[in-house]
């Protein structure tokens, strides 16, 4: 499988991914500009990395994609999650959350013990 | 969880099939995500070109996530998969000749392994279909002459009682009947005669009625009889109503009480039409002589052959040691029932086919191997090349063992069909020879063992040998592979050496397939042309048993042989007429002990071994066998005259040397009185037979004074012999309507026929033509490759001088050396194989060491030839051309 960008940690970015459709459909584009605006710039995702991850979640039966025409009056591929998708998103999103709380609890108080 | 694993799967899979239609989509995806950033930055000011570039630098590699997109959604191995086999199919139908000739050798060499391996087993290896038909076995009489003698009733009746090694042991004969329906006229059918417990060792029930009680083997019972299947349902047409019908056996009425399963009739009994009991009469239990029943037991569980055999050796020992008279060296032998009355001849026979075929493929998978390797390393630099474009080891190999397991697979698929064909041919062969000789049709089941082997190692041949050069490539470096052009690859000095090692192997192991072939075919030749000694031509014979009350007097034995012997002298074309108990065309003569006159009494095991032939007056005459000294028996022997014989030139020569033998005296047992010698005459031998007789002595004793109720009359015309039997049936009939007459018809076409050696012949010729056909192959397709790469070397060599004849030399010098190794090595193999074959059968005089170089010189014509082609071709090379292509 294909290494993704320093600036995203590794493994997160097809839960990123279904995290920016949980509002509704997007296309490609689309989604890489939200991860980009709500992470305030601070994670910024190769836009054609994004393909491989989402090809691979449609295939997984989390997302499924529909031709439409964008915003620009152009055509466009509209991502929207499944239900096994949320139910997906659900768990990705809670596992992360208790490693990072711990990742955290460890970079605040493992320093201060004698 | 598996529900959504399963979902993917189907989702990748149909993925894989559509791939025009998701490619197509993939591509509009990219481009429109591309245009949309390309208006961002036109939107931002920058130049139509600069906006496209900042679209692509931001994007990515198009065609890398391309690919990645791809893998994450469809199945790569999958497609992988299917593009190495288009890819492999491609390439195999691009050189139809490889493909084609890679196919039939493989073809050729599991078909004819399979097939005779297959007939093997059927013959030699299977087992009995009886439920736990591995557990049967035959206890056979051993002698100091044989060890697969029967057994004498009495010895059978002590071995019943005491052996523990068995849950059922039973006796059984094999013979022949007339069968009649009341009022019918009677015809002659092949049955068994069998104790009461037979059914119940073989564990076979009756289809039909029951089976025989335990007592309906003693003397006073009703009898009663068992039908097989086929004959039930070829005579009755399967009726139902045949059970309690009675029927004339030996003219005796028996009730038909069963009728046997199909299952029941297999190889190993002949043709079995019915079963009767085997009468125990009280006199069985003191007959310690007549080694008549056949056995065959059951084998109790926990019990191992070896268990078995060592039982009953205790056992013989201690019969030995009770009645020395009869027992003394005498023992048992347990053996495998199934296949235990094939002779060690036929066996070595067997092994020499089996070990044939086997030779034929490996030298089938080398030739394959030769093959895959040649056209590998042809496709080096294309390899070389694909590696330096970033192909993968695995992408590299993969489709060359696709392509490999291609060949490999239809190969053996039409090998099995081959083998198939060849087995079941071969086996109608032997059905109609042993059709005459009263043997029964059997089956050839596929032996899925060896096809298994077979496929096995044309897989390892095609495979191993086909990588290898990829391997060897893939290991290189990448600007030392792209400096190989495709005239200056030489191959290197391993890789020709291997190849080399490839055809000399080849040509070792036909030669040894071919000289064996051809020494066995000469000596069979040899074997059917020798003077036996006797003449074969013009002899009419049949055989005649004499059996029930009518007979049980040695002077109703006596008085029909007189009677039918003045009846058939009488009948036109009859020159002279004979009976006896033996003719030397299969097995000649009983053999048995002998006691010398005059020479001091060995021990009984040290007592010289003679075979004993019953015969008439006029037998000599008959067969035409000289009588050297003395005369041959009269025809009348007055009551009270002294018991005489007659020896062969052998025995009278080994016993009294420089004497006359008339008037010598010798007898077979302590017991009984002396018999003269009044005759000697000429050695014959049994025709065809290619094993040692077991013993070069022979005694002939007049039929009038040992008279034996089994014997054939030989009769010598001049006209065909052929012709005579309906005569022969009818002077028979005309002294006892009831008795059948059987094997009957002209000598020389029944001993031939029953000859094996013909059949022999074609199969080992088969396989010699084949074995041939695939080293020349191998030879011609090696030097060809070898005068193709060094097309540019032999430019270069004219250009400088060489006249073509020096290049003609220079490619036939290789396919020399090779032939000169391997032929050499093949010979001083088949010269061994001979030796083994010569030990097991004496008969056969193989040709000696000038025929095999004669043979090897040959075989050299023939590889000259192959090589011829390739050498010449060399040689026409135009320099120019040669030297400018590049």
Known sequence: ?114 | MIFARLGSFVRRFTRVFRRRSSENSLSAELAAHLDALTDRHLAAGLSPADARNAALCEFGGVEQIKERCRDARGLPWLEYALRDFQFALRALVRSPGFTAIAISTVAIGIGLSTAQFSLMNTILLRTFPYPDGDKLVRVFGVSRTSDRLGLPPANFLDLKSSARSFTAISAFSMGEASFAEPGQPTDLVSGLSASADFLDALQVRPTLGRAFRSDEDQPGRPNVILLTDHFWRQRYGADPGVLGRTVRLDRQPYTIIGVLPASFESIGWGTVEYIRPLTIWPNFATDRKNAWFRCIARLAPGRSLGAAQSELTVIGRQLAAAYPQDNDGNGFRVAKAYGADVDSAAQSVHLLLTGLATLVLVVACVNLSGLQFARALVREREFAIRVALGASRSRLLCPLIVESLLVAFAGSGLGLLVGHVAATMIARHFQSIEASANHQVFLVPIDWHVAGFGIAAAIIAAVAFGLAPAWLAARRSTSAALKLTAQTITTSRTQHRIRGLLVLGQLALATVVMSTAAGVTVASHRLLARDPGWNLDGLYTCWLGLSGDRYSSEHAVLDFQRDLLERVRSLPGVEVAALGSALPNVYFGDPISAEIEGRPVAPRDKQPIVSSILVSADYFATLQIPVLRGAGFPREFPSGSPLVVIVNETMAQTFWPNENPIGKRLRFSATEPWRQVIGVVRDVRVFGSPVAPPSAFYVYRPLAQSPSSYFTCILRTSAAPGLLAPDVRRAVSAIDPDLPVRRAGSLRQIATESNSFPLLNKCLGLMAVISTGLAMLGVYAMLSQLAAQRTREFGVRIALGARPADIYNLVLRQGTILLAIGGTLGVGCSLAVSRLLHSVMAELEFPGLMFSLGFLAGLGLVTWLAACVPARRAARVDPVSALRAE
């Open chain 1, 1 to 114: 499988m294909a290494k993704e960008k320093s600036d995203l940690i590794y493994g997160t970015l097809e839960m990123l991914v279904l995290k920016a459709l949980q509002a509704g459909p997007r296309h490609g584009l689309g989604i890489a500009d939200r991860i980009h605006l709500v992470s305030q710039d601070v994670l910024r995702v190769e836009q054609g990395s994004l393909y491989p991850a989402l090809y691979r979640l449609e295939s997984d039966g989390l997302v499924k994609a529909e031709w439409g025409v964008s915003e620009n009056n152009r055509k466009a591929r509209y991502y929207e999650l499944t239900a096994a998708g949320r139910v997906r998103l659900t768990a990705e999103q809670a596992h992360w959350e208790r490693i990072a709380g711990a990742v955290n609890l460890v970079m605040k108080r493992a320093g201060n013990i004698p």
